[in-house]
């Protein structure tokens, strides 16, 4: 490197130009997921496409999305016909988005009088149409019944708003007011973060700038390189299976994996082939999404300082079948990418665990996410996820209730306050479930449980998985506990709903109870420590019953803990 200290400099003052980015998105939108889930995302890129710098709260799923749509939006309006002030939106997962709301929100910088960077900003608007408000639509068939799609097109230009582009916005949501207010926030993002850019360029210049950005993205690519050196070589291989698909009860769906390590042209490729076919039902991802997953879980095994930028994914060749679950093309949905491409993680995380035993982890119970909005006219909207209890990790047990997700923003489960005072609803209670942790020598983490109480009529959505193939454990370690959505009626009955479900009627009175599952346990449970056993006791993690049912673990007359055998 050319200049160590500079290059590293201009990287955090890239990646604080993102974050500021993000926050204005926050700040200004109206939807409520985005103000209280602070649920944004934002990146600064170059014009070849590069991933240049993203915010703290970007997720791989949205930044590796920014990126792969970007030459889609170049291909479609070249770099000469752009204009300052022009900001450039699209949605469509054929090309690198991710599903209907997803709005991703360019703006070019122009250096020389050619867009040399492009300013990125992605949230999750409230409402564009589609089977169900919020954008579920779990039991899509096609991709026409998810929503509006969006080429690339231009939203605004140094003017303002192009009117036709927000009547046409206007016209197929539910809440137009909260999708404009939203819009604007993606805008004045972009905005922001190229300024900061423009601020960056005449400080240090064009050429000065474009030095230090290589500078640092090879030093990415060097570090990253270097870590993947230190896995085994080999070729490692491992599936994860998918519940169903929401429209055919009980049809199960596979993602296969085989990562080799220390292959030529590459330090890793994590390899896809054999994963299902794409199928007519709500359970397809894009190929930008299923890069996001195998790039995460790959990342999980090397040091976490690594930064995340176009430098680290030069040494990660991911093959995506075209076709398949995970690289879907149209017609076929691709909305419910949560669940194929978190099998996807969860493939790639058995093979390298496989690889590092001791760096091993179990399978984790993923978020579920459901909508609840209103029956008709004034539109309400709430949508949410609740995450289920991490696999056990050697040496470690899991996290109760937090998933291993990468979607996700700075908080994304809003606070029950803000959402009561939004919506005809009560959140009743919100807390983990004991014993639903998959026992083991190292303990799943625990899944939760949250209720609804409705004070109107309403309709609830639902995409779950994991709810009916829990989540295994390892070196004899069991399953975690399944989750499941109920409907509770007032005299306390309970009813189990399927998890992929589009519209069902709640009427006033009822509660929507949200159980998330528990994570696999690692190690055989008869091998866990009584102290452990002890303390999950104290902290109710674990009831006297499931201490031995589980654990073989049962309290003596004078209060002691003794082990069956």
Not at 45 to 53: E, P, Q, V, Y
Not at 530 to 539: F, K, P
Request: contains cysteine.
């Amino acid at each position: 490197m050319r200049d160590v200290l500079t290059a590293e400099v201009l990287r955090n003052a890239l990646v604080v130009a993102a974050e500021e980015a993000s926050i204005v998105v926050v700040r200004s939108a109206y939807s409520t997921f985005i103000v209280e889930g602070s649920d944004a995302s934002a990146a600064v890129l170059d014009a070849r496409g590069r991933l240049i710098a993203q915010s703290v709260a970007t997720t791989l799923m949205n930044s590796m999305a920014l990126k792969v749509a970007l030459p889609e939006l170049v291909a479609d309006i070249p770099l000469g016909a752009m204009r300052p002030g022009d900001v450039y939106v699209l949605n469509d997962a054929y090309r690198g988005g991710v599903h209907t709301n997803d709005l991703l929100v360019y703006r070019p910088v122009f250096v020389g009088g050619t867009p040399a960077y492009f300013t990125a900003t992605m949230i999750h608007v409230s409402d564009l149409g589609g089977l169900s408000a919020g954008g579920m639509a779990p039991l899509a068939t096609d991709i026409f019944l998810e929503g509006l799609r969006l080429p690339p097109v231009r939203l605004a230009t140094a003017a303002g708003l192009e009117p036709a582009v927000e009547a046409i916005l206007r016209a197929n949501s539910r809440t137009p007011d909260k999708v404009m207010g939203d819009v604007r926030a993606l805008i004045a993002g972009t905005a922001v973060a190229a300024a900061r850019l423009g601020a960056l360029i005449e400080e240090y210049g064009e050429a000065g700038l474009a030095a230090g950005i290589e500078d640092y993205l090879d030093h990415t690519e060097a570090r990253t390189r270097s870590a993947l050196a230190g896995l085994p070589a080999g070729r490692f291989e491992a599936s994860y299976p998918i519940d169903d698909d929401g429209i055919t009860p009980g049809r199960e769906h596979h993602v296969r994996v085989a990562v080799t390590a220390g292959a030529a042209g590459a330090d890793v490729v994590v390899d896809f082939e054999g994963t299902g076919g794409q199928v007519p039902a709500a359970v397809n991802a894009s190929a930008s999404q299923s890069l996001a997953a195998a790039v995460f879980a790959v990342r999980c095994f090397l040091d976490p300082a690594i930064p995340m930028n176009d430098g680290c994914l030069r040494a990660i060749d991911v093959r995506l079948p075209e076709g398949s679950l995970l690289n879907a093309r149209s017609p076929y949905p691709c909305g419910g990418r949560f669940v194929p491409i978190y099998a996807a993680m969860e493939a790639v995380f058995q093979a390298l665990s496989d690889a590092v035993p001791e760096r091993a982890i179990a399978a984790s119970g993923i978020l579920q996410p459901f909508s609840i909005a209103a029956v008709g006219a004034p539109y309400w909207i709430h949508l949410a996820y609740d995450f289920g209890g991490v696999g056990a990790r050697q040496g470690l047990d899991g996290p109760d209730a937090t998933g291993v997700h990468f979607g996700i923003g700075r908080n994304s489960v809003p606070q029950a306050e803000p959402v009561e005072s939004r919506c005809p609803l009560v959140v009743e209670s919100i807390e983990t479930i004991p014993d639903s942790g998959g026992p083991g020598r190292h303990r799943g983490g625990l899944g939760s449980r949250t209720v609804h109480r409705f004070l109107a009529d309403c309709h609830v959505t639902t995409r779950g998985d994991r709810l009916r193939l829990a989540p295994p454990g390892r070196d004899g370690g069991l399953p975690g506990r399944l989750g499941g959505f109920f409907r509770r009626r007032p005299d306390g009955t309970l009813e189990r709903l399927a998890a992929k479900m589009n519209n069902v009627l709640f009427a006033a009175g009822e509660a929507f109870v949200v159980e998330t599952t528990g994570g696999g346990g690692i190690g055989p449970p008869y091998e866990r420590d009584l102290g452990a056993v002890a303390e999950d006791l104290e902290s109710g993690r674990v009831t006297l019953r499931g201490a031995e049912d589980d654990y073989g673990v049962r309290l003596a007359p004078d209060g002691s803990l003794t082990r069956d055998g």
